[in-house]
C-alpha cells in the first residue's frame, strides 16, 4: 500500500508546513509593523511579536497608541488561528498514526529501491492472488499492484507488498522496480490494460518476460504482437484441460501434480547454461552423464533460437544458452543445479513438487 501511505503522508507534510509558514508570516507582520510603523528597533520588535503570538501576558515593551493596540489585537487574533492550526494538523497526525506511516513508508521505499530480479504481478483479483500464492510457495521475491484498496487491503492481509496505483502509467512501474524486474505478469480483468501493462513494461525494460492474460482470441493475438512471451486466456486453457481431463484422464492426473504439487515425492526445474561457468555445454547428454550423477532425468531443452527438444536423446548436444528442463526429488535437483553451475550460476528456487 505504498502509494496511499504517501499521498497520506505528503498531505500531513504539506499541512503541517503550510501551517508553520502562516506562523512565520504572521510573525514577519508583527515585526515589520512594529520596527517600520511603530518605529521601535528590531530586537524590540522581534520581542514583542512573539510574546504577542505567544500570549504569555507580558506588559507592551514600549507604550502604544490606538493604531497599536489595535494591530496587536489582530496578530494575537492571527497568532491564535495559525497556532491552533498547527496544533489540530499535528494531533491529528498524533491520532491517525501518519507519524508511524512516514516511518513505514521510509521502509516500504528502501524496500521498493531494493528490488532486483523480482517478479511484478498487476492485478489482484482472483488470477493475481492465486499467481501471488504460487510465487509465495516457489519463494521468488515478488510485488504487486493493484488501485482497488479492497483488494489492496486483501493484499496486505497476506502479508504481501503491495503498491496501490495504476499499472498501466510507468511511473508505477517504475516505482516498483521494473527496470530490475525479470518478469512482470499482466492479470488485470480488462485486455487493453494488459496491453498498455505489455506496451509499458517492455519500453522500460526490453529484457523483461512479460506474462499477459487475455479472455478473446484477439485480445491474445493482440498483446503476442505487442511483445508479450506468453499469453494465457482462462477460458481457452481451462476448456482444453477440461477436455484432456475427460480424455486422458491419467495423463493429466500427472500434469496437475507438475502444476499444483499433489504430490510430495518429485519436482520440476528449468537450469540456465551458462558457457562461462558451465561445464557441460558442448557435450552431449550421454557424454554429460546427468542422470547417472544426479538421478534427475531430463526431459526437454529448449534451445535459445526457441526450438523445443522433447525427450533428448544421449546424442542431443548442449548449446550455450540452452534451457535445460528437468524432474527429480529435491536432493537430485540441488546436485544437478551444481554440477551445471559450480559457482551458483543459477540459484534454485524451491522446486515445483508434483
Known sequence: MYSTLEQKYQRIQKELMAGALALAGVFLIGTLWYALVEGWSWQDAAYMTIITLATVGYGETRPLGDRGRLFTIALI????????????????????????????????????????????????SRTGRQIAIEFQAEGVCFVVIDSDVESVRKAQEQ?????????????????VGVERAICIVAALPSDAENLYIVLSAKYLNPGIRAI????????????????????????????KRMAAAALRPQVMDFVDGIISGTDRQLYMEEFLLDPKVCPVVGMTLGQARLRAQTGALILAVRRNDGTLIGGPTPDTVFMPADVLIAMGTPEQLRTLNQLLGPIGSKQLRRPKKI
Do not use: W
Request: net charge neutral; proline share 1%; charged share 20%.
Open 77 to 124: 487574533l492571527m497568532g491564535v488561528i495559525t497556532i491552533g492550526y498547527i496544533v489540530n494538523r499535528f494531533t491529528e497526525a498524533i491520532i491517525q498514526g501518519y507519524f508511524q506511516e512516514g516511518i513505514r513508508l521510509r521502509q516500504l521505499r528502501r524496500a521498493m529501491e531494493s528490488l532486483s530480479g523480482h517478479y511484478i504481478i498487476c492485478g489482484f
Open 212 to 239: 499477459a492474460r487475455a479472455s478473446t482470441e484477439e485480445a491474445l493475438q493482440k498483446l503476442q504482437r505487442a511483445g508479450a512471451d506468453a499469453v494465457i486466456s482462462p477460458y481457452i486453457t481451462g476448456g
Open 159 to 175: 502479508g504481501y507488498t503491495i503498491y496501490q496505483g495504476d499499472a498501466t502509467l510507468d511511473e508505477t512501474l517504475i516505482r
